[in-house]
């Protein structure tokens, strides 16, 4: 005979943990995430996440049914960050701006878990929340249902690959960040214009642009293609 199915409310702990910490989904990915801050993607396990909560590492299967699963959680808080406080203003083009500096500054807040997420597909609410708000911003600017797909595709990647880069970059040791950041001003500012005069032309600009995310400016040509693309369309 079959066994019955536990319902999902029912596996979960109702009973406080030793430190008398009632346990929830929201509990354990802000401990989830305070790790991945403090020891990277290696201290992140059921055992460390147990001793963090002070509970038994299994309760943690309760809410989960595994680390990957966690993982995904993760992500799509995450998102939700993003979106905490965000409402569409009407204008297509400054809602998508303030979308994408929203979610790719709630990824690189958390340069640890966003080597974890950006790549992943959650499915779960937040994410759900942010592809509908995305897709609906731009339907009802008047972009016909292909470039809809087309652009959004583009701008929700664009965003996560930036935010896997710029988060790569600051979970990086501080010595090594600085040790990257000096090499614009020593080794690309000292080439001599006879061998390299491209770049010996470019090195004052280069040493000042390249220590930051080159994001805002690709978001801003994003948007200049999907406006012109919109002219296009116009009568």
């Given at each position: 005979m079959a066994k019955p199915v536990v319902p999902e409310e029912r596996r979960r702990r109702r009973r406080p943990t030793r430190s008398g910490t009632v346990l929830s989904e929201h509990l354990i990915v802000e401990a989830a995430l305070r790790l991945l801050r403090e020891h990277g993607s290696a201290g992140l396990s059921a055992r460390r996440l147990g001793l963090a909560l002070d509970c038994d590492p299994s309760t943690l299967y309760r809410y989960f049914?595994?680390?990957?699963?966690?993982?995904?959680?993760?992500?799509?808080?995450?998102?939700?960050?993003?979106?905490?406080?965000?409402?569409?203003?009407?204008?297509?083009r400054?809602?998508?701006?303030?979308?994408?500096?929203?979610?790719?500054?709630?990824?690189?807040?958390?340069?640890?878990?966003?080597?974890?997420?950006?790549?992943?597909?959650?499915?779960?609410?937040?994410?759900?929340?942010?592809?509908?708000?995305?897709?609906?911003?731009?339907?009802?600017?008047?972009?016909p249902l292909p470039d809809t797909v087309r652009i959004y595709h583009a701008f929700i990647d664009q965003t996560l690959a930036f935010a896997a880069l710029d988060a790569a970059s600051l979970a990086l040791p501080r010595a090594a960040q600085r040790a990257d950041d000096a090499m614009w001003r020593s080794t690309y500012a000292r080439l001599p214009a006879a061998t390299h005069p491209r770049i010996a032309e470019a090195a004052p600009l280069l040493s000042t642009r390249m220590v930051t995310s080159a994001y805002p400016t690709a978001l801003e040509m994003l948007l200049d293609s999907a406006q012109a693309t919109l002219a296009r369309l116009s009568p």
């Amino acid at each position: 005979m079959a066994k019955p199915v536990v319902p999902e409310e029912r596996r979960r702990r109702r009973r406080p943990t030793r430190s008398g910490t009632v346990l929830s989904e929201h509990l354990i990915v802000e401990a989830a995430l305070r790790l991945l801050r403090e020891h990277g993607s290696a201290g992140l396990s059921a055992r460390r996440l147990g001793l963090a909560l002070d509970c038994d590492p299994s309760t943690l299967y309760r809410y989960f049914r595994g680390m990957d699963e966690l993982t995904l959680a993760i992500g799509d808080a995450l998102v939700g960050e993003a979106l905490r406080g965000w409402r569409p203003t009407g204008e297509w083009r400054t809602d998508l701006h303030a979308v994408g500096l929203r979610i790719h500054a709630a990824y690189v807040a958390h340069p640890q878990a966003a080597q974890l997420t950006t790549s992943r597909v959650t499915g779960r609410a937040n994410e759900l929340a942010a592809d509908e708000a995305v897709l609906d911003v731009l339907r009802t600017a008047g972009f016909p249902l292909p470039d809809t797909v087309r652009i959004y595709h583009a701008f929700i990647d664009q965003t996560l690959a930036f935010a896997a880069l710029d988060a790569a970059s600051l979970a990086l040791p501080r010595a090594a960040q600085r040790a990257d950041d000096a090499m614009w001003r020593s080794t690309y500012a000292r080439l001599p214009a006879a061998t390299h005069p491209r770049i010996a032309e470019a090195a004052p600009l280069l040493s000042t642009r390249m220590v930051t995310s080159a994001y805002p400016t690709a978001l801003e040509m994003l948007l200049d293609s999907a406006q012109a693309t919109l002219a296009r369309l116009s009568p």
